[in-house]
């Protein structure tokens, strides 16, 4: 157990991990304040040892740290991984690859959504984390040795966790499965911010054209203005100001002011000023260029269908052990309904296999769900029209 704070120190430890077959990783930072995660503490442990990182020690050089992240000869095993490789693609342009999820891996394993890294070391290893650490000061020099203790344990169990799982896949033959899964937090788009894109978080909210250019421009700019600042969103609008904003398009500093969701005194700020230009700048927008509205009936046939699909998820997910989530979303359910053809993962690969082509036969009357001993039951009929 040690805390590594000289880059002699890192170098010889990454040296050292680099010889075996995976790594553990896990990460300690703060993001309250900041738009950008602050990284503070870095974790490894291999089955031979373990040490934590002062990732803001004066004078670290991390470049160890990526390159052994790099190795391909080494896989790099985290739970729950999105903000912790958020976090190296900001700061070296690096998603370690490959990589094991051990949170996707229960899900493929059958131990449901969202599973904690605690309930998996306790289901797996009969080991209770201690999680009093948890919400201490990672920024706060010098670290505690309660707060090293912490962290180096947090990943010594994830070792054994992986082990546990990973036998778990290959039993089951599923590491295709995770495989499948990884891909998506292997591509470095899934970290790049994009403000352009920001508001797609509320497309819901849109109703007509002007709808969608207002929601654009104004979390396009509210996006771009909290990197550029690095404090959070909420510190430059709030979500309900943003989407209340939007949808009234104020094109005044007055008619923002009236608005009862916008900041206290937001029409003599630059803020206001900013806002407004954002709302002329979607009044400017042609309407041929913008994304169109799409809405999959929730009401009548296809509202029906969709929860009879949700049905046969929730049966496809307990029969074959496998989390619903993984399977399909809300969304896909939607897009099947719609589309017999719908491009959506759910109707291709191992989904297809065990919900997507029964989805199919169901939306074709080929199916039937039914109860049998208090569980959903999937009922075939021979006597099915063929249509």
Same mark, same amino acid.
């Given at each position: ?240 100001? %943003?989407?209340? #904003? @939007? ?7 007055? /008619? &923002? *002011?009236?608005? !009862?969701?916008?900041?206290? $005194? ?66 896909? %359910?939607?897009? #099947? @309904? ?7 993962? /759910? &109707? *291709?690969?191992? !989904?297809?296999?065990?919900? $997507? ?31």
């Amino acid at each position: 157990m040690s805390l590594i704070a000289t880059n002699d120190e890192l170098s010889a430890v990454a040296e050292r991990m680099a010889r075996h077959d995976f790594v553990a990783v896990d990460t300690e930072f703060l993001r309250e304040t900041t738009f950008w995660p602050r990284l503070c503490v870095v974790q490894l442990a291999t089955d031979e040892e373990a040490a934590a990182i002062d990732a803001l020690a004066d004078g670290l050089d991390l470049n160890p740290l990526f390159r052994l992240l790099a190795d391909q000869n080494v896989v790099k095993v985290f739970h729950a991984a999105r903000q912790d490789l958020e976090i190296f693609w900001k700061l070296a342009r690096l998603v370690p690859h490959p990589l094991f999820d051990t949170q996707v891996a229960a899900m493929v394993c059958g131990f449901g959504e969202q599973v904690s890294y605690g309930e998996l070391a306790q289901a797996l290893l009969g080991v209770t984390i201690d999680k009093s650490s948890r919400f201490t000061d990672w920024a706060r020099r010098p670290l505690s040795e309660a707060q090293v203790a912490y962290a180096i344990a947090d990943v010594t169990h994830l070792c054994g966790v992986y082990r546990a799982l990973n036998k778990q896949l290959e039993k089951s033959g599923r590491a295709a499965w995770l495989d499948d899964e990884m891909k998506v937090l292997d591509s470095p788009s899934t970290y790049e911010q994009h403000p352009e894109r920001a508001w797609e978080r509320f497309k819901s909210r849109a109703r007509k054209p002007r709808d969608v250019a207002a929601l654009m421009e104004l979390a396009a700019w509210r996006e771009a203005e909290a990197q550029a600042r690095d404090v959070p969103r909420g510190r430059v609008l709030k979500d309900d100001a %943003l989407i209340d #904003i @939007a949808l009234a398009a104020p094109r005044s500093l007055e /008619a &923002l *002011s009236h608005l !009862r969701s916008a900041p206290r $005194g937001v029409e003599r700020s630059a803020t206001g000023e900013a806002i407004v230009a954002a709302m002329e700048r979607a009044y400017a927008r042609d309407p041929a260029t913008l994304p169109k509205i799409e809405r999959t009936a929730r009401n009548g046939g296809a509202g029906a269908m969709v929860e009879l699909l949700k049905v046969l998820l929730k049966q496809a997910s307990e029969e074959n052990g496998v989390a619903a989530k993984m399977i399909a979303t809300v969304e896909d %359910l939607e897009a #099947i @309904a719609a589309d017999d053809k719908a491009d959506v993962p /759910a &109707l *291709s690969g191992w !989904r297809r296999r065990v919900f $997507g082509a029964r989805a199919l036969e169901l939306k074709r009357g080929r199916l039937a769900l039914t109860v049998e001993n208090g569980k959903v039951a999937v009922l075939e009929w021979k006597d099915a029209p063929t249509a």
